[in-house]
């Protein structure tokens, strides 16, 4: 299994649809998770942190299942400004390094 | 708002020339790092730095590359003799402690002819 793996995208979605993301990561001992949103050719930037079993900020939700090593994010009510590509962001237990999925596409379409 | 600051923004060089790209990070934090994302891949960790040192490094991180933080607020990267390969956004990245998130800077676009 890959370290982080991600949904293959891209989503094409309506706006105001709702769309969930899931993401796998392979070491049981990971203890905080993040999602990270990035736009084309910029810096990734922190969307939603994860210790607990989640996290909810307006729209946006994310939830932590350690029992299966995934955590999801849920979008509600999609806007067209949500066009992104969304990256789940595991910190290496015991290390130093955060490793980044591929990420998912998302287009939310008028 | 603290930020992280990255120079030159886009930089074009020579097949077999050196670079050196800069970085400052958020000034109270203490372990700094640089990713690299080749266009329309993932973002791929090189190395991080901690306590004036490489706390880790990647199977990219080879002999080409080197870090340094020589004054306390700077953190380059140098690519000794470039590649085509190399071509890529390189990310700087700094965080105030182990846990948490990484704060990005706004990436150096390297180009290698």
């Known amino acids: 299994r890959k370290e982080v793996e991600q949904d293959p995208g891209p989503f094409n979605v309506p706006e105001g649809a709702t769309v969930a993301f899931n993401c796998t990561y392979s070491?049981?001992?990971?203890?905080?998770f993040f999602w990270y949103r990035q736009d084309c050719r910029k810096e990734p930037k922190l969307l939603m942190s994860v210790y607990s079993s989640g996290n909810e900020d307006g729209r946006f939700t994310a939830q932590l299942n350690r029992a299966s090593q995934y955590i999801s994010l849920l979008i509600r009510d999609s806007k067209l400004s949500d066009s992104a590509t969304y990256l789940c962001?595991?910190?290496?237990?015991?290390?130093?390094?955060?490793?980044f999925g591929a990420g998912t596409r998302l287009f939310v379409k008028a | 708002e603290p930020e992280v600051t990255q120079t030159p923004s886009h930089q074009v060089t020579q097949m077999g020339q050196e670079v050196i790209l800069r970085c400052v990070p958020i000034s109270n934090h203490l372990y700094f790092y640089w990713y690299r994302q080749i266009l329309g891949q993932k973002v791929e960790f090189l190395v991080s730095f901690y306590n004036n040192e490489i706390s880790e490094k990647s199977e990219i991180f080879d002999d080409q590359f080197s870090v340094e933080r020589p004054d306390g607020s700077n953190f380059t990267l140098k690519i000794r003799s470039t590649k085509l390969e190399d071509s890529a956004m390189y990310f700087c990245a700094s965080k105030p402690g182990y846990t948490g998130e990484l704060f990005f800077g706004e990436g150096s676009r390297l180009t290698v002819l």
């Open positions: 070491n049981s001992a990971s203890q905080s």
């Open positions: 962001v595991v910190p290496h237990t015991g290390g130093f390094k955060t490793i």
